[in-house]
């Protein structure tokens, strides 16, 4: 029996997709452990390894592979011996399957900043915009090239792949299709905004209380708010049903809330999460080819923007790549 080891990165964008990745395991042949951090570990689901201990708690952003509890995590995936290691642009998984010479596929929505093209992205003109949240250090990026050159495949999870005109991809790296659900018609979950959010975003959450009949799907559901509908973003039947019958879809530009409304024929409206490089990059290349509009202020907000252009382009779910092995 095939055993995996799935390591999710250390944020918030990773936590959908590692969740519907298991779902989408459920019931398979398959021996699946998981590594994910705080950030990224989905309510209801057992993390086998949780990888803040392998941070610098003063300094998390200082990656290091110097301490004791690295070297436990290392022997302990050692003894685990996986057939396939199947990373989210984690680091430390991808340092031990380099070092034991295990298979390993990156599969992320964060690849986008890296597999497309480097003219492609300045016509996007998001590092003359964005300087603030592109500048990174330059150590802490050649380290994520190393982890790109150094895997098997390079998988970029992305709807963009099935529209009619995808984005170039550099040679090396493939589309993916993300998970998603596509809800039916139905009156009762009709609604006039829905939105899906990672986190509580007050500014968002102030804008949508000004029109009605808004709903807002998410984990943060303890507080209460006048003119607006909170949800809990792991009920998915609803969560789809209700975006499905929507008039326009609200999120800040995260791979799996803009799939989700593209397999829906939603028109989505992105208050932009400037201090996400993937968000950022997410939203430009969306309104770019007619997906979503940005919204920068309340009369921003579009209802009667066109649906999005869906291809069937024949890419493969991550469990149909696995399946195929």
């Not at 998970?179 to 102030?206: E, F, M, R, T």
């Not at 209380?209 to 709903?215: E, G, L, R, T």
């Not at 809330?257 to 939203?283: G, P, Q, R």
Request: hydrophobic share 40%; glycine share 4%.
């Amino acid at each position: 029996m095939l055993k995996i080891l799935y390591a999710a990165a250390n944020n918030v964008n990773a936590k959908i997709q590692l969740s519907r990745f298991l779902q989408a395991m459920d019931g398979k042949p398959f021996i699946i452990k998981v590594a994910a951090y705080k950030k990224s570990s989905p309510k209801n689901v057992s993390i086998d390894w949780t990888l803040d201990c392998l941070l610098n708690m003063f300094k998390p952003e200082h990656i290091s592979v110097d301490n004791h509890n690295f070297v436990t995590y290392y022997e302990q995936v050692k003894y685990y011996n996986p057939d396939l290691i199947i990373s989210d642009m984690e680091y430390f998984t991808s340092y031990i399957a380099n070092v034991l010479s295990t298979t390993i596929w990156q599969c992320s929505s964060s690849l986008i900043n890296f597999a497309l093209p480097r003219n492609y992205k300045y016509d996007l003109g998001v590092f003359s915009k964005h300087a603030h949240t592109f500048n990174k250090n330059p150590l802490h990026v050649q380290r994520l090239i190393h982890i790109l050159d150094n895997s098997n495949s390079n998988l970029l999870y992305s709807h963009f792949g099935d529209h009619e005109s995808p984005p170039p991809l550099l040679e090396g790296f493939e589309w993916i299709k993300p998970y998603h659900q596509v809800g039916k018609a139905s009156v009762p979950c009709q609604h006039n905004i829905v939105a899906g959010l990672n986190g509580n975003n007050k500014k968002i959450l102030d804008v949508l209380k000004k029109f009605p009949d808004s709903v807002v799907f998410s984990e943060f559901l303890g507080e209460k708010h006048t003119n607006l509908l909170l949800k809990d973003i792991e009920n998915e039947e609803e969560y789809f049903c209700n975006l499905r019958n929507s008039s326009v879809f609200v999120c800040e530009g995260q791979t799996s809330f803009l799939a989700d409304a593209f397999y829906n024929d939603k028109h989505s409206a992105v208050f932009v999460n400037l201090k996400d490089a993937e968000c950022i990059i997410n939203s430009t290349i969306s309104e770019k080819l007619g997906l979503s509009s940005a919204v920068y202020q309340i009369e921003d907000l579009k209802f009667s923007a066109k649906q999005p252009i869906i291809k069937d382009n024949g890419h493969q779910f991550l469990h149909e790549r696995i399946e195929a092995l």
